[in-house]
RNA sequence: GCGGAUGGCUGGAUGAUCGCGCCGGGAAAUCGGUGAGGAAAGUCCGGACUCCUUGAAGCGACGGCGCCGGAUAACGUCCGGCCAGGGCAACCUGAGGGAAAGCGCCACAGAAAUCAGACCUCCCGGCGACGGGGAAGGGUGAAACGGUGGAGUAAGAGACCACCGCCGGGCUGGCAACAGACCGGGCACGGCAAGCCCCGCCGGGAGCAAGGCCAAAUAGGGAUCGCGCGCCUUUCGGGGCAUGGCUGCUUCACCACAGCGAUCCGGGUUGGCUGCGUGAGGCGUUGCGCAAGCAACGUCCCAGACGAAUGGUCAUCCAUGGGAUUCGAUGGAAUCCCGGGACAAAAUCCGGCUUACAGGCCAUCCGCACAG
RNA sequence: GCUGCCGUGGCUCAGGGGUAGAGCACCCCCUUGGUAAGGGGGAGGUCGAGAGUUCGAAUCUCUCCGGCAGCA
């Protein structure tokens, strides 16, 4: 494990199990049509290896967990195996940072790029998730 | 050694660490097992499997296939052979039935494009106009009433002769496609069927978003139109005739009897389970066969997702590209640094085809050069 | 996943074996004081790509490439 994380990164998630959620719920797979639409109404952040879409969820919105992510590679990636792999990058992305910098109630949703996700440094492909995140939390 | 032909295999390896889908155990934490391809691709063919059509036969329409024999569940696939074309050769390529059943087309050029004939020209007579003989030569074209040579003639012509080609006939070899020699005919019969067509063979339609089950919700539907609620007989069992049901028609069988069919309007759902992996299955051995393949025996169980699982990072090794230094200086070898890993991911499942593919490996064969 | 359809000048489309066309748009000229309209002339095409059939292919056949639509 070399990758170079910050305090806290990579270990077994903290942050949301103190906001009482329950850690094994804490993050959840968006799967509705319905709610990527929802996102992509909402604020945006744009970096070389993908672009982010963030949206605070209504209060009476029901939802099994705080935190949803959802994962969108189009045709414009790629083929099968290039969209494939720039999922895979993202999903282990999120997996790593998420826990520690989204916060309870919101939607994310990653976009894949073509050649960006895939071709990028690792490192610089997680420090582009951190600042799209701080950005759209202001 | 150089150049080439064919067939087949492989498609980075190991480890560390953090993770993913499915299956099994467990109350749970979690543990164990397992997890992409030769093309998984394109969706071009063929099937299995489902649903629709009451079943069978015949005819017709439409579509496909097409040398011969074999393989196969089947095929437009594969194997072996034949023929034609290409190559010095190994070998490669070919949708390769029928053009004397009929119709159609063959632009331009050319005298003439399939059925008659003659533009320049050749020969004879003649000053010439012209008359007659002939189709060798020129020219046009993708293609011009066999080709080459001889003999012959005024010039010429299968009118004659030899060889080749073509047509017909039987014979021999072969299961056959076809091949071979022989005899006969002086030659009539241009091409296109991936134009219509003829002949032979095959094919009902739709597709896993097929289809089945469960749950929830609303409705328990409405309107219009068409054909109908049979007839005769009876010993009350039935029989006959109509009518409707064969997604073209006809015939036969069978079924149906009071509803059936068509169109339009309105309402609900975007959930779960199943189909879903023991199969025309893989591997090995033996036998049969030139081969595709078939048979017997043994052995193994090998992805099952549904916003869709195999990854992220790092190290070493392997193949490979570039640069530097040293040794050797003909090829090359060693060390260090940097770069860097083909095409492409199951989606109901099989058999093929087609297309994409860095590099590496193996086998067989051919030509040339050298040596022997 | 399955099933269909379409690729021709810059745009919209004809042409279905014999030298690639029409309308709009573009360029030049005439007309006008100038512009539009009108008239005359002109340029612009690997017919999506590659094989095959044919003497000859935009057209017929096959294989690829790209785009669009439908089916729970």
Same mark, same amino acid.
């Given at each position: ?5 910050q305090?806290g ?5 903290t942050?949301?199990?103190?906001l ?15 709610d990527?639409l929802? &996102?992509?109404?909402?604020? +945006?952040q #744009?970096?070389?290896s993908m672009?982010v879409?963030?949206? $605070?969820?209504k209060a *009476? ?6 935190v949803?992510v959802?994962y969108t590679?189009?045709k414009k990636v790629g083929?099968?195996?290039a969209r494939?792999r &720039?999922k895979r990058?993202l +999903?282990? #992305?999120?997996?790593?940072i998420?826990p520690?910098?989204a $916060?309870?109630g919101? *939607?994310?949703?990653?976009i894949g790029?073509k050649?960006?996700?895939a ?11 951190r ?8």
């Open positions: 494990m070399t990758v170079p994380l305090e990164e990579g270990q077994p998630a942050v949301l199990s103190c009482d959620y329950g850690s094994d719920q804490g993050i959840t797979v968006i799967q509705k049509r319905r990527f929802a &996102a992509s109404r909402a604020k +945006r #744009a970096r070389p672009v879409q963030a949206r $605070k969820r *009476d919105e029901p939802s099994v967990s705080p949803r959802g590679c189009s083929n099968a195996v494939n &720039a990058r +999903r282990e #992305a999120a997996r790593l998420l520690h910098h $916060k309870p919101w *939607d994310y949703v990653l790029r050649d960006g996700t071709e990028r440094e690792f490192t610089a492909l997680l420090d582009d998730l600042g799209a995140l701080a950005k759209l939390h202001k």
